[in-house]
């Protein structure tokens, strides 16, 4: 049977640093050295001013589920044998926006203003994905 490669994310120079500073299980997210701007994904310029002056600077983290979505369907032939699973649009405490998935929890658990905390999945000696699970509520 021919094995069915997973879809994994294409490393460029504007992201290098958030995914080398994943496989350390750190999170960060770029900042505009110009406007003080977060966000993801890490694109080269600001995406308030457009500056090219960033750095990368560690986040929280935290988060809430904005939206949820239960895939049933094999859309993706990698996650065939996955199903279901979830997808996550997760707001940020710093503001933006990232989609992922929720680990370790049942999928009514996973709901829409819930609040999460990331997690690392070490897919290979390149790649580590940025995950979530559910927080406690403060």
């Known amino acids: ?3 069915v490669l997973r879809p994994l994310p294409e490393i460029d120079a504007a992201s ?3 995914w080398e500073a994943a496989r350390e299980h750190r999170f ?6 110009r406007c003080g701007h977060r966000w ?3 694109y080269a310029r600001c995406t308030r001013c457009l500056s090219p002056d960033r750095e990368f600077v560690a986040a929280s983290g935290r988060g809430r ?6 895939m049933s369907r094999p859309y993706i032939p990698a996650f065939a044998e996955r199903l279901p699973y979830n997808v996550v649009l997760v707001e940020l405490e710093e503001g933006p926006k990232m989609f992922s998935n929720v680990v370790g ?8 203003d819930a609040p999460v905390e990331v997690m690392f999945e070490d897919i290979d000696g390149q790649v580590t ?3 979530f699970r559910l927080a406690e509520r403060p």
Do not use: S
């Open 129 to 131: 994905l940025p995950k």
């Open 40 to 42: 993801f994904p890490p």
């Open 28 to 33: 960060v997210l770029p900042r505009c050295r």
């Open 1 to 3: 049977m021919e094995q």
């Open 65 to 70: 589920i904005w939206g949820v979505i239960e």
């Open 16 to 18: 290098r640093p958030f």
């Open 105 to 112: 929890a049942p999928f009514e658990r996973i709901l829409v």
